[in-house]
């Protein structure tokens, strides 16, 4: 074998040994419980009818984009969609790009320069991470939510500071203290970046955010939305002044050199929106009530959360599988959430709650939640 293929397999063959060894499956069990899909908005038979009309009123259709944004894959139809979402989160200006990924990655790599200072909360997404990786900026850490930690991290920056949370943590579902981040960040003249990946279309009036909801619009630097959770389809984009839109047109490497995303997926992204708007927003929140309610009936432990993704610890690779496997088996779609995604000790099944799970799903998956214990 050569070096490399056993290189491969000794890497595996340690992921397997800690029972932490990632495999694809396609595995569908009846009640979905882990998707990021909390509206239902993906498999709506409406949305997609929405979709479907739309496409057809599009005068120069193409499969595909043929290039990037900045050859031949920009439309008029794109820029004004990127107009009409700023507008609905009440921001100057937006800049759509392919994924969530692609949209940290290209703002924190190309925005803080050598000398600037990111600091970012521990729990923060791979992809903020990954783009302050390609950054020549310090990097700091705060422990999560910890707003004296992240103060204590402020009195060390140099240049100009860039602080980056999630309004909603995707593995735990928590909400960070964006008041006092913002506070902090005007005291320290520190820039805001907002991952509003898991608030979108859950928190704010209408889903614009909790952002939104806090009337914080005007104390944010940026703010990331996506489109593949709550929004039901695929993409993200990047919401801020006018400058930020042209400078990361730029600048993002994670825009420029990589081929626009097809009208068809910006056609579904408008669509999303208008059907959001016309949502009841609060049919969310009453599930999330309800399996809380159910929780607590149950005396059952969870990670506190007010959002979509509930967090029930486990505390090992091998006891959060075996639960998983369990509950799968009765049909509940329940993931296990593994060292190292989280930390070691942090393992959990990562419950997402849907609008279209019924009452009776989520009673019923609290009550063999009880009978794990
Ligand atoms: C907080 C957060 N940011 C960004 C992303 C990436 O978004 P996308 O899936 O559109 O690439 C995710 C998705 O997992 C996320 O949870």
Redesign the pocket.
């Known amino acids: 074998m050569s070096k490399i293929e056993q290189f491969l397999k000794d890497k595996l063959q340690d992921r397997k040994n800690n029972l932490s060894i990632r495999n694809l499956s396609v595995n569908n069990f009846p009640f979905d419980f882990c998707s990021n899909d909390y509206l239902g908005f993906a498999r709506s038979a409406e949305l997609k009818k929405l979709i479907d009309d739309h496409i057809t009123t599009i005068l120069h259709y193409l499969n595909g984009a043929g290039g990037s944004r900045l050859l031949s894959g920009n439309t008029a139809y794109t820029e004004e969609t990127e107009q009409l979402i700023a507008d609905f989160h009440l921001a100057e200006n937006g800049l759509i790009f392919n994924?969530?990924?692609d949209a940290?990655v290209g703002l924190l790599s190309s925005v803080p320069q050598r000398g600037d200072t990111i600091i970012t909360d521990e729990l923060i997404?791979a992809?903020i991470i990954d783009g302050c990786r390609l950054s020549h900026a310090t990097r700091y850490k705060f422990d999560h939510n910890n707003i004296n930690d992240l103060e204590d991290k402020l009195k060390l920056a140099k240049g100009n500071i860039f602080v980056v949370v999630?309004s909603v943590y995707?593995m735990d579902g928590d909400i960070a203290p964006l008041i006092e981040i913002s506070n902090l960040c005007e005291q320290y003249q520190a820039n805001l970046i907002v991952?509003e990946?898991?608030a979108t279309g859950i928190f704010g009036n209408n889903g614009q955010g909790l952002i939104h909801q806090l009337n914080l619009t005007e104390k944010v630097f940026a703010r990331?939305v996506?489109f593949?959770k709550a929004m039901g389809v695929h993409?993200?984009i990047v919401l801020g002044s006018k400058s930020l839109r042209h400078y990361l047109i730029n600048f993002a490497r994670s825009f420029i050199y990589t081929t626009a995303s097809p009208i068809h997926n910006i056609v579904a992204i408008r669509s999303a929106y208008v059907f959001l708007d016309k949502s009841d927003h609060q049919h969310i929140h009453q599930k999330i009530d309800l399996f809380r309610k159910e929780l607590k009936k149950q005396s059952i432990t969870a990670l506190d959360s007010k959002s979509a993704i509930q967090g029930i610890l486990f505390s090992s690779n091998e006891a959060t599988k075996l639960a998983a496997t369990i509950l799968q088996s009765k049909g509940f779609d329940v993931r296990a959430i593994l060292s190292p995604t989280v930390a070691v000790g942090k393992e959990r099944l990562r419950i997402c709650l849907h609008t279209f799970n019924t009452d009776d799903e989520i009673i019923s998956l609290v009550k063999n939640l009880k009978e794990l214990n």
């Open positions: 994924s969530g990924y940290n997404h992809s999630e995707s991952d990946a898991h990331i996506t593949g993409g993200a």
